[in-house]
């Protein structure tokens, strides 16, 4: 069990929660003496950054944007004297990708994983009713040993560097928001909730039934209750474990989300000692045969895998583009995203329960697998033996400790519908299955509603390479032919291929929905030609024509989440052109010429598409259709 709540921070009749947002005194620690120093009591100069944000592209200068190693961070914040006989906490979303917390000059916590909360309990280390310093040491440094993998180098000028096993710029610091919290010593904990629906018709269900679990720290009675949305009434119960009756329950459906506000409280007789509130959906969720079942109806997920990443904040939680992007994806069609490659800021996932939208969630279990060059190398066959290395079982451990964070944090969101495990690890080789088999059920026994899980495989996680897809609820294939092989003129050759891996996947009968959780062409938004060729708006669409078609021949392929939803930054190098150009919209969240394309196909495929393993007649959602 975690040693902290999961909960986010929020105000109600017994909490509080005070924003820390906003400009905090930042240095660099170029010779890493920020400790000998004692920078713990307060850091050097007068620089000041905004929280949160990546640090890097605010500055001028190279040395600071790809600056790895120790960054540090400095603010005051005033804890209320009316806040004793409370918990006080300080609470970052995330710290990436490991920090050390000082308050006072008193380290209270360290972290290690840069996409997930924690906590520290600084109760009896504040000053009440003064002015406290929090100082934070954030660490950017990639190893073997910590999801996302990656290494960390020296150059010959004494600078350090990281080398990402993975496609994304190595933004850091301290990239979501941080709290200032006040929970009742005896309080709510974390809380479960599992559905069961009888007579569903048309988006309701006669008797719904959430069965929970509440866990406190304390003795005092639990009481719970829920809403709808007129602020209704409609279930309540008593016990720290029970089930909520609905009667004529609203279901959370696709794109049609209906919440309800799930009041707990712990009780002294009619005292309130504490109060938490957080909006729930009523859905199920199941994977049976080739179907994806929400509410026991088929779905078809269409959609993206995405980033968190924008211009200037880089990774930084930016609310703007949270909002941009919930539009732009309803405009084009999409009703689904997974949260590629790391868990998103907590935010995203309730701005998906209210518009419906159907998250598949990440770890950061990204660059399993010894390459800068992954998505090339994988193609032609190389191999790294990754699985076989002596720090595996660190690094597993790590991996275990974020996923147990996220399914902790990410169970109670309607949105979440399955658990991405991994993203495109090295499976060729038997030394990857004792591991897959960790996670795997790990994954299984944190979840109380048993979301399916699955992990998105690399281009050589093929039907007689691959020895871990048998793990898989869902067998996720990131492909890329047609760009990565045979590209260009040989499309045809790839459209070949790419049918041939299809048809071995088929002769294996599985059983199992396949997703596509990647595929796309790089393209520039600047460059057109007739005829089209590489990089050019043309051949993206031309590229899309060929996928669709192949995902329309095979009746088990449930959804399409191209890759990706924006341009975004990436490390330098002969590969990317300022950054990975395969968005359907830039980087600045305008659309190219494919994204007309995908809203033509997307808007037309009906929810149900494929139900009941039937490749329905296909109109003019333009794909090459038989
Ligand atoms: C992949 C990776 C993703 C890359 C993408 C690409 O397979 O999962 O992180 O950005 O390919 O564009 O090469």
Redesign the pocket.
């Given at each position: 069990m975690l040693e902290y709540s999961m909960l986010y921070p929020k105000t109600t009749e017994s909490r509080r929660a005070i924003s820390l947002n906003g400009m905090w005194k930042f240095c660099l620690d170029e010779k890493a003496v920020g400790e000998q120093e004692k920078w713990t009591e307060g850091i050097p100069g007068n620089d000041r950054i905004p929280v949160p944000a990546s640090f890097q592209d605010f500055y001028t200068d190279k040395d600071t944007r790809e600056f790895t190693g120790d960054v540090w961070y400095e603010t005051d914040m005033f804890v209320p004297g009316e806040w004793e006989n409370t918990q006080v906490q300080v609470r970052f979303a995330a710290a990436t990708h490991r920090a050390v917390v000082y308050v006072n000059g008193i380290k209270v916590t360290e972290h290690e994983g840069g996409f997930l909360p924690f906590t520290a309990d600084v109760t009896e280390i504040v000053r009440y009713n003064a002015s406290n310093k929090v100082v934070v040491k954030v660490n950017n440094e990639l190893n073997e040993t910590n999801i996302p993998c990656g290494s960390t180098v020296t150059l010959a000028n004494g600078k350090k560097m990281t080398k990402p096993y993975?496609?994304?710029f190595n933004y850091s610091g301290l990239q979501r928001s941080v709290h200032l919290v006040s929970v009742p010593k005896e309080s709510v904990f974390d809380f479960d909730l599992t559905y069961e629906l009888d007579g569903v018709t048309n988006g309701t269900a006669q008797t719904a039934k959430i069965s929970y679990q509440v866990q406190t720290n304390g003795e005092h009675p639990v009481f719970l209750e829920l809403f709808d949305e007129s602020g209704a009434s409609v279930a309540s119960a008593q016990g720290a474990q029970g089930v909520l009756t609905v009667s004529d329950a609203h279901l959370w459906q696709v794109r049609n989300a209906y919440l309800y506000r799930l009041v707990i409280r712990i009780m002294d007789e009619s005292l309130v000692i504490d109060e938490y509130e957080q909006e729930i959906g009523i859905r199920t969720v199941e994977v049976k045969g080739t179907e994806i079942l929400l509410n026991g109806q088929p779905v078809y997920l269409r959609g993206f895998g995405k980033h968190e990443d924008s211009d200037i904040v880089g990774r930084g939680f930016n609310i703007g583009v949270m909002k941009r992007d919930f539009e732009l994806m309803k405009w084009i069609g999409a009703n689904s995203f997974r949260t590629?490659?790391y868990p998103y800021s907590e935010e995203i996932y309730e701005m998906a329960d209210r518009e419906g939208f159907l998250v598949i969630d990440e770890v950061a279990a990204v660059g399993l697998f010894a390459s800068m060059l992954n998505?090339m190398d994988a193609s032609s066959g190389k191999t790294t033996a990754f699985f076989e290395s002596e720090t595996i079982p660190v690094l597993l451990k790590a991996h275990l400790k974020a996923l147990e964070e996220m399914i902790t944090r990410d169970k109670n969101h309607p949105c979440v519908i399955a658990w991405s495990l991994l993203?495109?690890p090295e499976t060729t080789n038997e030394a990857a299955v004792p591991y897959f088999k960790e996670v795997f059920d790990k994954a299984h026994e944190l979840d109380p509603q048993k979301r399916p899980r699955t992990y998105?495989m690399?281009m050589n996680s093929t039907p007689d390479q691959c020895k871990c897809f048998q793990f898989s609820d869902m067998i996720a294939l990131?492909r890329y032919y047609g760009w990565y092989v045979c590209g260009g003129y040989e499309i045809s050759n790839a459209e070949a291929m790419f049918r041939k891996e299809m048809d071995a996947w088929k002769a294996k009968n599985l059983n199992k929905p396949f997703l596509f959780t990647?595929y796309?062409a790089d393209t520039l938004g600047s460059e057109h030609k007739l005829p089209s060729v590489m990089w050019s708006q043309e051949y993206q669409k031309e590229y899309l024509e060929m996928v669709h078609g192949v995902f329309d021949s095979y009746d088990f392929v449930k959804g399409e989440q191209i890759?990706n939803f924006a341009d975004f930054q990436t490390w330098e190098g002969i590969m990317r052109v300022n950054g990975?150009k395969?968005g359907v919209f830039t980087r600045q969240r305008q659309p190219k010429d494919a994204a007309y394309l995908l809203k033509e196909r997307w808007t037309n495929l009906p929810l149900n598409f494929k139900a009941g393993g039937v490749v329905q007649e296909r109109r003019n959602l333009n794909g090459k259709f038989s």
């Open positions: 993975f496609d994304f590629s490659h998505f993203n495109e998105a690399i990131n990647e796309g890759w990975n395969k």
